[in-house]
């Protein structure tokens, strides 16, 4: 073998195995998250019509695919609006509901859409290719990011629609745990959903006529 050809070899395998030892060294914020996150049962969702406390952007089952990953990332919704009305802010989350894919852990995360999470949690027993939910109380002071995890024989993936509930386009997003890469779902609305007293009522929405 010449001897560049020989060097090059040399330099990528110790270049693998630098990256190699600096992945086992360094744990993820996924990993991190893992060690101290508590595992709640989950339930069927309770029959909250949109629009008076659910903020939904998917239209419903079917899910035209699903996602998973093996990298840890996050799949979930940006939620800012309900049917093209800003959100009350600040509230408080009381449920979220997911359509999942496979049985396994569901991995729900709860973060400000550039920030670390806020709220994380696994979810135990839930039903595959069905909506699922849990129930908790946590304040939200903005628009937020919530979505689960998905990764192959570990978190369950999580059901998408390329098409929207009550024309409020996409929403959908993936990240990691802690925001640093997140990109737009294009075209996707996660079948992820948030219930709690953050939808403005009608009746208190103000109307301007020119």
Same mark, same amino acid.
């Given at each position: ?108 995360? @709860?973060?400000?859409?550039? &920030?670390?999470? /806020?709220?994380?949690?696994? !979810?135990? $027993? ?5 909506? %699922? +939910? ?19 024989? @570990?978190?369950?993936?999580? &059901?998408?629609? /390329?098409?929207?509930?009550? !024309?409020? $386009? ?5 990240? %990691? +745990? ?19 007293? @953050? ?12």
């Amino acid at each position: 073998m010449p001897r560049t050809s020989a060097l090059c070899t040399l330099t990528v395998l110790l270049a693998s195995m630098l990256v190699a030892t600096s992945e086992a060294q360094v744990p993820s914020d996924y990993e991190r998250l893992k060690e101290v996150a508590p595992r709640v049962p989950s339930h069927r969702p309770s029959l909250v019509p949109a629009g008076t406390g659910t903020v939904q952007y998917d239209p419903g089952a079917p899910a035209d695919t699903l996602l998973s990953d093996t990298t840890n990332i996050f799949f979930g919704n940006i939620f800012d609006t309900q049917s093209g009305n800003p959100l009350d802010f600040p509230g408080t989350l009381t449920q979220v509901s997911w359509y999942q894919g496979s049985l396994a852990l569901a991995a729900v995360l @709860l973060a400000p859409p550039g &920030g670390p999470s /806020s709220y994380f949690v696994f !979810a135990t $027993g839930g039903a595959p290719l069905t909506f %699922n +939910a849990l129930t908790f109380s946590h304040v939200v002071n903005g628009s937020f990011f919530g979505g689960m995890a998905a990764v192959p024989g @570990l978190i369950a993936s999580v &059901g998408a629609r /390329s098409a929207s509930y009550n !024309a409020q $386009g996409f929403h959908g997003r993936q990240r %990691n +745990a802690n925001g640093s890469a997140s990109n737009s779902l294009q075209g996707l609305n996660v079948m992820f959903r948030a219930t709690g007293n @953050l939808v403005i009522p009608v009746e208190l929405l103000e109307f301007e006529v020119d």
